[in-house]
T-cell receptor, first 110, second 115 residues
Framework: DAKTTQPPSMDCAEGRAANLPCNHS???????VYWYRQIHSQGPQYIIH???NNETNEMASLIITEDRKSSTLILPHATLRDTAVYYC???????????FGQGTRLTINP | GAVVSQHPSWVICKSGTSVKIECRSL??????MFWYRQFPKQSLMLMAT?????????EQGVEKDKFLINHASLTLSTLTVTSAHPEDSSFYIC???????????FGSGTQLSVL
């Protein structure tokens, strides 16, 4: 699976949109981009995933560049409960396991 | 979404004893489950892949005789840390594939402290 690069930490004001970048320049055509988050001392929570089209669900939006070498997770109206470590993971089609990188520690400030 | 239950949430044990951690898929059948370990301020590290009815596949560097995995049914996988030592103290997390491979669901984790 391709490697991902994320900033180690980010801050965002409560109520603002949080935009978390991820680079995956070696991604191949059949690899998906997944986002999970982990709130302190809990198991990771699935957020969203996509292949090449932008995706949106009740939690977030995923914007994937046309060349698929990077993506951005958008939390449209961040709340204090969104403070967590966010992991961007590239996973091959049919592959089951997830390999976690270091993630981005997002802090939402009041 | 699908629910994965992990038990216990935390356990304290004496050095040299064994500890069993259970991972259950509550509303789906999971032919494959995964076990991760996480040290403080670090990311999750995949330990092994557990397949129902067959032997687990361990990641490089993980001692299979130390971390015994049993996946006897489609809803239960167990991880036994044998002869635990203080360096085994960690946060252990399981996950399960809910049929379709797109999503993995995670348990809430087990904090193991070995004295």
């Amino acid at each position: 699976d391709a490697k991902t690069t994320q900033p180690p930490s980010m801050d965002c004001a409560e109520g603002r949109a949080a935009n978390l970048p991820c680079n995956h320049s070696t991604i191949s055509g059949n690899e998906y981009v997944y986002w999970y988050r982990q709130i302190h001392s809990q198991g990771p929570q699935y957020i969203i995933h996509g292949l090449k089209n932008n995706e949106t669900n009740e939690m977030a939006s995923l914007i994937i560049t046309e060349d698929r070498k990077s993506s951005t997770l958008i939390l449209p109206h961040a709340t204090l409960r969104d403070t967590a470590v966010y992991y961007c993971i590239v996973r091959g089609e049919g592959a089951q396991k997830l390999v976690f990188g270091q993630g981005t520690r997002l802090t939402i400030n009041p | 979404g699908a629910v994965v239950s992990q038990h216990p949430s935390w356990v304290i044990c004496k050095s040299g004893t064994s500890v069993k951690i259970e991972c259950r898929s509550l509303d789906f059948q999971a032919t494959t489950m995964f076990w991760y370990r996480q040290f403080p301020k670090q990311s999750l590290m995949l330990m092994a892949t557990s397949n129902e009815g067959s032997k687990a596949t361990y990641e490089q560097g993980v001692e299979k005789d130390k971390f015994l995995i049993n996946h006897a049914s489609l809803t239960l996988s167990t991880l036994t840390v044998t002869s635990a030592h203080p360096e085994d103290s960690s946060f252990y997390i399981c996950s399960a594939a809910a049929g379709r491979w797109e999503k993995l669901f995670f348990g809430s984790g087990t904090q193991l402290s070995v004295l």
